[in-house]
């Protein structure tokens, strides 16, 4: 995966954070998973917060690095592997 890539939120999910949980609940009728909700873990809610189309995956990255304390390599193998999930679920699409 290209780490210059930007990527953005759908449109297709709204998400809220209850309490110690973040959620992602499909609005778009036509969404196949219309009665899914996804629950994130700590990680993919924070990345998934950094997701607004201005922000690299170089720069999520990096953020995660600094938030966590993880080695790059490392917060890029769970970066690609979340981006994956969410743009399985239709929850992201590639910026313009």
């Not at 609940?25 to 994130?40: A, C, H, Y």
């Not at 917060?49 to 995956?57: M, R």
Request: with cysteine; hydrophobic share 40%; charged share 30%.
């Amino acid at each position: 995966m290209e780490l210059g890539k930007k990527y953005e939120q759908s449109g297709d999910m709204v998400w809220r954070k209850i309490g110690d949980e973040t959620i992602l609940v499909p609005v778009n009728q036509e969404f196949s998973n219309i009665n899914s909700v996804f629950t994130l873990n700590e990680t993919a809610a924070f990345i998934w917060s950094l997701i607004d189309g201005e922000k690299t995956l170089a720069e999520i990255r990096d953020a995660l690095v600094s938030e966590y304390e993880v080695e790059p390599d490392k917060a890029e193998q769970d970066l690609v592997m979340c981006i994956s999930q969410f743009e399985e679920m239709q929850g992201i699409r590639e910026a313009s």
